[in-house]
């Protein structure tokens, strides 16, 4: 079986460390803002997820004074059901939408570690020819395999990247482990930054055993330690603009249980940087009014690798709801750019997914148990845009195209493939009118007959909204992080990729923004 090395040229994956999860980075909340709070930082950091995370600890590491604020709460709320983590840990309360022919639910995460607390924590490294791409782009060798590989080899070791453990690995990752060497694909269980994992499988709400290590517990404590300070329970409104330049942020504190406003918040500093994440930076300009300063690309060339799912029925139980989040893998030669891996979710969502609802329920539930899954990821060529609707939210819109569409059915029937060498017996997949088929044949048949409006969309993976470019016409900032149009602006989060990656981005995200940090650092 590979060790999970999407790119060949990675060294061995070192056993799981879990001493490289640190104590969770104390945040001030909204007590510290009654009354109003106004402070002074060299730079001021809109969010905490990986991305400003990664470059708050490079540029307090080298010694500037930085202060980060972030929108969700100070401390996990953590509790393993959907309604509490889309109140408290997802932006918009797990609302948002992108819409276009085909609708896709957007997921991102929010609190003090932002996505990062409830992701899957699945870490591949940016694929070399991206990188290669980017450097020809941007003129510019630090954005280039050699460099940015450094900077992917120091964040895999402050984050833990490691293979999951057999053990901790549950029948679903097992059986798609299984089909995956049954047909030598590359892939098999996955690198993930969950050092400590116990395989309970709820990543998506939060660790309840501290096993992951999520930007809270790794980059915000090495922060903290360098002293940068996190005010949470405050969401920014609006950049400070003065002589032409950023000079800081202004915000609304509020209680996080009940919504009530508590004061106003600014911070002054002569470097904003921007980690709001790949919807909520586009939304924070274009709200606050910045959008047509920082020119026509703001907002634009969302990526969002969309992607379905396929549903194995085994003749054993799987309860594929048991064992690590998304701890399997694999990448078949006919479909570049797609990269399937496990579907893990709680047996309410199952049912959900496959609409064993109402009157279909107890069916569903009979099968349950024996249900595995793979869900897929498209590099997208689709593109979309992002801007503020009056009262702040996000109002977000996607183009799916052919080619993606064509390429998401592919993945899907080297999945279903994947899980009938497994030991599968049976294939559907949350798919209007695609029914259950006892062969790759029927499965793949039934497929092809079907269109993107019959098809259960879903991204976690915002990015490319505010790119960086050479030209202020098709990007925000350049290759320093600082916008084009407005000195002393910087951004670093997943908005930033110049180009959809085709991997899960929260490696890519902590090492672009590493690099990012550093730049600005150097400069003073
Ligand atoms: C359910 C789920 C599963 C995922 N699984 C994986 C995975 O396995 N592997 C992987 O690599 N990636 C995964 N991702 C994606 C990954 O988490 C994101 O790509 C990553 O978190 C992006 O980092 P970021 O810093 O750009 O933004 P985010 O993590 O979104 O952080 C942005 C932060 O800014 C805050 N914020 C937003 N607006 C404001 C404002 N106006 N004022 C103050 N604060 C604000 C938000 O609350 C949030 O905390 C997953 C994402 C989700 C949601
Ligand atoms: S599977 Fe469970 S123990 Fe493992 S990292 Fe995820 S939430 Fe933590």
């Known amino acids: 079986m590979s060790n999970g090395r999407y790119n060949p ?23 510290a803002t009654r009354g109003g709070r106004t402070l002074t930082a060299d730079v001021v950091v809109v969010g905490t997820g990986p991305g400003g995370s990664a470059a708050a600890r490079a540029m307090a590491e080298a010694g500037l004074k930085v202060v980060l604020l972030e929108e969700g709460p100070s401390t996990s709320r953590f509790k393993p059901n959907q309604g509490q983590t889309a109140r408290y840990h997802m932006q918009e309360g797990g609302g948002m939408v992108a819409k276009g022919a085909t609708i896709f639910p957007i997921a991102a995460g929010r609190g003090v570690g932002g996505g990062s607390l409830i992701n899957s924590a699945l870490s591949f490294r940016t694929p070399k020819a991206v ?3 980017w450097e020809s782009l941007l003129q510019d060798e630090g954005w280039g395999p050699a460099a940015m590989g450094a900077a992917l080899d120091e964040v895999e070791r402050i984050v833990g990247v490691c293979i999951t453990p057999d053990r901790v690995a549950g029948a679903n990752n097992r059986l798609i482990a299984r089909g995956v060497q049954a047909l030598g694909l590359e892939g098999g269980l996955a690198p993930r930054s969950t050092p400590g994992c116990a395989g309970c499988g709820i990543c998506n709400y939060g660790c309840p055993s501290n096993g992951k290590a999520s930007s809270n517990v790794t980059f915000l404590p090495r922060a903290i330690a360098a002293g940068a300070l996190i005010q949470a329970d405050v969401k920014v409104h609006a950049v400070l603009v003065e002589g032409g330049r950023a000079v800081g942020v202004v915000g609304e504190s509020f209680h996080p249980d009940t919504g009530a406003p508590v004061g106003s918040v600014t911070v002054r500093a002569p470097k904003v940087l921007l980690a709001a994440g790949a919807i909520g930076t586009p939304r924070l300009l274009w709200h606050s009014g910045l959008g047509p300063t920082l020119g026509p690309a703001t907002g634009e060339g969302l990526h969002i690798h969309p992607g379905s799912a396929v549903i194995g029925i085994a003749d054993e139980d799987i309860l594929l709801w048991r064992g690590a989040t998304q701890g399997a893998w694999f990448h078949h030669p006919d479909w570049p750019g797609v990269l399937p891996h496990t579907f893990t979710a709680p047996p309410e969502v199952c049912l959900a997914t496959l609409g064993h609802v109402g009157p279909r329920l107890a069916e569903g539930l009979a099968l349950l148990p024996r249900l595995c899954g793979l869900i897929v990821l498209v590099s997208d060529k689709g593109e979309g845009r992002v801007r503020a609707t009056a009262d702040g939210r996000a109002d977000i819109s996607y183009r799916f195209a052919e080619e993606d569409f064509r390429r998401c059915k592919g993945g899907m029937r080297a999945s279903a493939e994947v899980l009938l060498a497994g030991g599968a017996r049976q294939l559907t997949a949350p798919v209007h009118g695609i029914g259950v088929h006892d062969s790759l044949e029927s499965f793949a048949a039934a497929l092809e007959t079907r269109t993107p409006n019959d098809f259960t969309m879903y991204s976690a993976h915002p990015m490319s909204t505010c790119r960086m470019g050479l030209s202020a016409a098709t990007s925000v900032i350049g290759p320093s992080g600082e916008a ?8 670093a989060d997943a908005s930033i990729f110049p180009s959809s990656i085709g991997v899960n981005p929260q490696l890519t995200t902590m090492a672009a923004a590493t690099v990012i940090g550093r730049r600005i650092a150097a400069r003073g």
């Open 484 to 491: 084009h149009g407005l000195p002393g602006l910087f951004i």
């Open 9 to 31: 040229e990675i060294p061995e994956y070192p056993a799981p460390d879990p001493t490289v999860i640190l104590p969770a980075a104390p945040a001030d909340g909204w007590e």
């Open 131 to 133: 990188l290669a791409e």
